[in-house]
């Protein structure tokens, strides 16, 4: 066990729907991450939040944003849904900024499946 | 290019070395990492190698890494039924301040019994 929890752990709606997966960091971790794990895409950084504060973006659609709460906890919310966001979502977090070995520790996931 | 780049299956049996290989993009990146996923189940990190190491070792785990080639090797020795899972290589790219991991396309690693 990581230490970080995600919500719900299945989740499953229509095209053109909107979703938030929700994330609870590890307890005195400050940065959270969200990834994408698709078969075709593999595993994709989509952003970074530090503090409450976006840090680093990577693939993220515009149609996806998130936030980081003053508790700590982010939420990722995917909007107007597509067949292809169908994918595993991942949370990791890590004690600080992100920089060198700061090391990520991952949730279990949030499998989204699109019909 | 982008892409981090990783062999798909590798098959060992019990007992021999595993060997799993990654090319990297990014001459820059200070750390690189291994990380390993069990079926329905998130990463974890198992290692990671400083850019002006050449060798690291934990235990079972040996990390090799080659900078002029951009190339970075996992040997799990004496490999056992639970390392079955799948093996990724991430790097960290630095643009303009920020950070960003890029994981490579993951191996996944089959032992027989």
């Known amino acids: 066990d990581s230490g970080v929890t995600q919500t719900p752990k299945h989740l499953i709606t229509a095209t053109g729907q909107r979703v938030t997966l929700r994330c609870s960091p590890r307890?005195?971790?400050?940065?959270v991450y969200w990834y994408q794990q698709s078969l075709d895409q593999g595993l994709q950084f989509l952003i970074q939040?530090?503090?409450?504060?976006?840090?680093a973006k990577g693939n993220i659609l515009e149609r996806f944003s998130a936030q980081q709460f003053p508790d700590l906890h982010s939420e990722l919310n995917l909007s107007s849904l597509e067949l292809g966001d169908s994918a595993l979502y991942f949370c990791?977090?890590?004690?600080?900024?992100?920089?060198?070995?700061?090391?990520?520790?991952f949730g279990p996931g949030t499998r989204l499946t699109v019909l | 290019g982008e892409d981090v780049e990783q062999s798909l299956f590798l098959s060992v049996r019990e007992g021999d070395s595993s060997v799993i290989n990654c090319t990297y993009t990014?001459?820059?990146?200070?750390?690189l990492y291994w990380y390993k996923q069990e079926p329905g189940a998130g990463l974890q990190l198992l290692t990671y190698?400083?850019?002006?190491?050449d060798m690291k070792q934990d235990q079972r785990l040996t990390v090799l890494l080659n900078k002029k080639d951009k190339h970075l090797s996992l040997r799990i020795a004496d490999t056992q039924t639970g390392d079955s899972a799948i093996y990724f290589c991430?790097?960290?790219?630095?643009?303009?301040?920020?950070?960003?991991?890029?994981f490579g396309t993951g191996t996944r690693l089959k032992v027989l019994a």
């Open positions: 307890s005195g971790d400050l940065s």
């Open positions: 991430a790097e960290i790219r630095t643009t303009s301040g920020t950070y960003k991991y890029i």
């Open positions: 190698i400083f850019s002006n190491m």
């Open positions: 990791a977090s890590s004690a600080a900024s992100g920089s060198g070995a700061d090391t990520q520790y």
């Open positions: 939040y530090y503090n409450g504060e976006e840090r």
């Open positions: 990014d001459s820059s990146s200070t750390y």
